[in-house]
């Protein structure tokens, strides 16, 4: 089912809902670029979808979800929306947020805190942004295709993210799942794509502060977001765990789904 609710300012948010209407929540946020489509193999699991209730939201700029002109830079803005679709999945939700989709979840706990979580699934995420954050440290691919990612130039801008998609699996990617990766980051204005990138802001404080159960999800190959993100993110949450995905790249929920959502389902039933 798609539907939408309204966040900070008025901006308008997509959501993909599927699995049992009266079970725990589970919300999906997903990374720079994307779309709630990228959790398309969790959204169609039987597995979670007869044990939980699954929500996955476009962050705004994205999919299918309003494209305001400002307020990519604002934690509160970030908080806010994430805010608006907890209160439409219900209380006590887990959530699973993907690389950049990281950041927006700290900037939820910033603002707002730990209280409408159960528990906290970070995947290949970044959890601060700017030069010389630990908990945002990127990998090659992502520095190596950065400025041509953001051009308004089709012609620098299309190439370099067909590479990206393409390369940022720990192996081979289907060449359908390469083009549904490439469509939606085509999706994102260049003007948003780069927006997301203008902050600079720790989070070790936030981090420290984090009282809810936490598993940090990284494939040990990633090349998008370095795996130190990772190690600097599992030290600073006090009791947080860490699952490596030996030779995985950037997206274990799509390049390991099954092994992924066998993970997702006991952590969420340990919550």
């Keep these: 089912m798609r539907t939408e609710v309204v966040g900070h300012g008025g901006t308008r948010l997509g959501l993909r809902v599927e699995g049992a209407g009266n079970s725990r929540p589970i919300v999906f946020v997903h990374g720079w670029a994307q779309s709630s489509g990228c959790w398309a193999a969790q959204l169609a699991d039987p597995a979670l979808t007869e044990r939980f209730r699954l929500v996955a939201m476009d962050l705004r700029g994205h999919g299918a979800s309003d494209v305001p002109a400002a307020g990519y830079d604002d934690p509160v803005v970030w908080a806010d929306d994430l805010a608006a679709v907890l209160d439409f999945a219900g209380p006590d939700a887990i ?3 993907w690389s950049y989709g990281g950041l927006v979840l700290v900037d939820h706990i910033r603002v707002h805190g730990t209280a409408r979580l159960r528990g906290i699934v970070l995947v290949g995420a970044i959890t601060e942004i700017g030069r010389d954050r630990a908990g945002g440290r990127v ?3 992502m520095r190596e ?19 990206f998609s393409r390369e940022m699996a720990g192996g081979p990617v289907p060449g359908a799942q390469v083009q549904a990766l490439l ?7 260049p003007s948003v794509r780069a927006a997301l990138f203008r ?3 720790g989070s070790e404080e936030v981090l420290a502060a984090i ?9 040990s190959h990633d090349r998008v977001i370095d795996p130190a993100a990772a190690e600097h993110t599992i030290g600073k949450i006090p ?3 860490g699952r490596w995905f030996l030779d995985g790249g950037h997206a274990p ?7 992924f959502d066998a993970v997702l389902r006991q952590f969420a039933e340990e919550c």
């Design 95 to 97: 959530v699973v947020a």
């Design 139 to 141: 990998g090659p691919l």
């Design 145 to 163: 295709h950065m400025r041509a990612m953001l051009s308004d130039d089709p012609d620098i801008a299309v190439p370099a993210l067909t590479a």
């Design 183 to 189: 469509g939606a980051s085509l999706s994102v204005p």
């Design 199 to 201: 902050r600079d802001i």
């Design 211 to 219: 009282d809810k159960p936490t598993l940090v999800v990284h494939g």
């Design 239 to 241: 009791g947080a765990t």
């Design 253 to 259: 929920f799509a390049e390991s789904a099954d092994e």
